[in-house]
Nanobody
């Protein structure tokens, strides 16, 4: 059974930085393109960034390009999202999942950007 556990979210001031982590289990992690998604209060879940299975290719939503960096450690089944220059518009619950194939969604990790 695939399990995705996100962590690292917290309250941060505008302009601050955070690194989110996602621990995956129950799958051959290194075989899948992975992604981060987020859901803002009252909004729908949206794609944020994705990374190819070996980690060589990344893609970002326009709203985060240049501020967020997605990475992965296939040896440890970990997915990361480094976030910089955070603004209130980044406030959301962040989730990890596959890019082209999704599994049961984890609980996500709350990121709140506020002064």
């Amino acid at each position: 059974q695939v399990q995705l556990v996100e962590s690292g979210g917290q309250l941060v001031q505008p302009g601050g930085s955070l690194r989110l982590s996602c621990q995956a289990s129950g799958l051959t992690f290194g075989a899948y393109d992975m992604a981060w998604y987020r859901q803002a209060p009252g909004g729908e879940r949206e794609w944020v960034a994705s990374i190819s299975a070996p980690g060589f290719e990344t893609n970002y939503a326009l709203s985060v390009e240049g501020r967020f960096t997605i990475s992965r450690d296939n040896a440890k089944n970990l997915l990361y999202l480094q976030m910089r220059g955070l603004g209130p518009e980044d406030t959301a619950v962040y989730y990890c999942n596959g890019r082209h194939q999704t599994w049961v969604w984890g609980q996500g990790t709350q990121v709140t950007v506020s002064s």
